[in-house]
């Protein structure tokens, strides 16, 4: 399992074609109180750069951009309930979707964990 990172705070983590998207701890500590996660349903096709998810904390609404295109497999259901997994648990259980990789290249460019922590002690 590799995980990258991107300008946008979406971390991703990927294994043989398909990958797992989520917000970082230091976007979900910006937003702070998580209220409400919008993700996109299984099946949909989206495109690196986009708009891919919704999250609304007290402090505003963001919307999450898809690191990679492709197509949806998951949307992650718990976050529908809990919210608040984006704040407790943002790398892992509160993940926002899986989807399967339409071009692994474009993995290309974004950063590993010691590039985005750099880039984050430079905000």
């Given at each position: 399992m590799t995980l990258y990172f991107t300008r946008d705070h979406e971390w991703i983590s990927v294994e043989g074609d398909r990958a797992t998207v989520g917000i970082t701890d230091y976007a979900q500590a910006q937003l702070g109180d998580i209220v409400f996660v919008e993700v996109p349903p299984a099946g949909a096709t989206l495109d690196k750069g986009k708009e891919a998810a919704v999250v609304e904390s007290v402090k505003a609404a963001s919307d999450v951009y898809a690191p990679v295109s492709g197509e949806v497999i998951e949307?992650?259901?718990?976050?529908?309930?809990?919210?608040?997994?984006?704040?407790?648990?943002?790398?892992?259980?509160?993940?926002?979707?899986?989807?399967?990789?339409?071009?692994?290249?474009?993995?290309?460019?974004?950063?590993?964990?010691?590039?985005?922590?750099?880039?984050?002690?430079?905000?």
């Open positions: 949307g992650n259901g718990a976050l529908e309930s809990d919210p608040a997994l984006v704040n407790t648990s943002p790398e892992e259980e509160g993940w926002f979707f899986r989807l399967a990789l339409a071009d692994p290249s474009e993995l290309d460019g974004l950063m590993d964990a010691d590039a985005y922590k750099a880039f984050v002690a430079t905000l």
